[in-house]
T-cell receptor, first 112, second 116 residues
Framework: AQSVTQPDIHITVSEGASLELRCNYS??????LFWYVQSPGQGLQLLLKYFSGDTLVQGIKGFEAEFKRSQSSFNLRKPSVHWSDAAEYFCAVGPNNNDMRFGAGTRLTVKP | EAQVTQNPRYLITVTGKKLTVTCSQNMNHEYMSWYRQDPGLGLRQIYY???????DKGDVPEGYKVSRKEKRNFPLILESPSPNQTSLYFC???????????????FGEGSRLTVL
């Protein structure tokens, strides 16, 4: 069965600094991979997704993620964090988009 | 505006008192799903529905029921709530499809339920 691990429960970065959120997955075949963001009091919003093709995918709000099969990872990155990026981020994996498993989430705090 | 609407947003109830959390989407999506979010556990799927009158269990269906009589509505029913069902619940919908035909999941704003 597929599973997702987000090793970092909470990360704090300074505004303007770069960001990398880690995601490791377990799945027997080529996975479908997603990153979602949850702002306080809100539902989840899709940042980006990977199904096939180019392993570096671009998303909304200046985020990108890279699929590395050899490391079973799909880390999320942003070159310069803004205060509005403070939120909780969830990685998800599935055999398809109908059956996804979510990680436990990483809470991002942005220092001024 | 395309949206998924859940009600109530907040509810405090007592053990054993039946309750229903409604979910409605206006995007004509075939697929709808319920998740619960608990600290340290992320989102876990309770039930999902591929279309009208088609529902299936997710990872944590015990203690919950659902129905899908209309395309736009997917209510979550707790027949006899217990304190371990205290959680934040999310409804989501998307157009049906797998493989390369993958639609984005649209989430409601969540319903925070406390069972005393």
């Amino acid at each position: 069965a597929q599973s997702v691990t987000q090793p970092d429960i909470h990360i704090t970065v300074s505004e303007g600094a770069s960001l990398e959120l880690r995601c490791n997955y377990s799945y027997g075949a080529t996975p479908y991979l997603f990153w979602y963001v949850q702002s306080p009091g809100q539902g989840l919003q899709l940042l980006l997704k990977y199904f096939s093709g180019d392993t570096l995918v671009q998303g909304i709000k200046g985020f990108e993620a890279e699929f590395k099969r050899s490391q079973s990872s799909f880390n999320l990155r942003k070159p310069s964090v803004h205060w509005s990026d403070a939120a909780e981020y969830f990685c998800a994996v599935g055999p398809n988009n109908n059956d996804m498993r979510f990680g436990a989430g990483t809470r991002l705090t942005v220092k001024p | 505006e395309a949206q998924v609407t859940q009600n109530p947003r907040y509810l405090i109830t007592v053990t054993g008192k039946k309750l229903t959390v409604t979910c409605s989407q206006n995007m004509n999506h075939e697929y709808m799903s319920w998740y619960r979010q608990d600290p340290g556990l992320g989102l876990r799927q309770i039930y999902y529905s591929m279309n009208v009158e088609v529902t299936d269990k997710g990872d944590v269906p015990e203690g919950y029921k659902v129905s899908r009589k209309e395309k736009r509505n997917f209510p979550l029913i707790l027949e006899s709530p217990s304190p371990n069902q205290t959680s934040l619940y999310f409804c989501a919908s998307k157009r049906r499809g797998g493989g390369s035909n993958t639609g984005e999941l649209f989430f409601g704003e969540g319903s925070r339920l406390t069972v005393l």
